[in-house]
């Protein structure tokens, strides 16, 4: 990930802590990670083309997302966010 989605996901999460329930999606290096909250399943991540567990075997015409979903509370979702403070102190955007 590069510094300024760092600094997105974590304003992502943050409108997620805020209240903000809806189903959103985020996602990054042109398709391969995403992220998806849905109120009623949790936090989805998404892994595609070069990250999906397939590798190189990785079918374009077939294959699809490789999906990992993970209930997780709002006090989850905190601790989450100030690791990634933590990162975005390390790796500020230039």
Known sequence: MRAHELVAIHQWLGAIVSG???VSEIS????EL?????PNNGLIIFLDFALHPKGCRY????DV???MRFRVSDIEI???MKNIEEDIKKFPIR
């Open 78 to 80: 905190s601790l989450l």
């Open 65 to 67: 997302a490789f999906s």
């Open 20 to 22: 903000n329930k809806a």
């Open 28 to 31: 990054f290096t042109e398709g």
């Open 59 to 62: 079918d374009y015409a077939n």
């Open 34 to 38: 995403a992220f998806r909250f849905e």
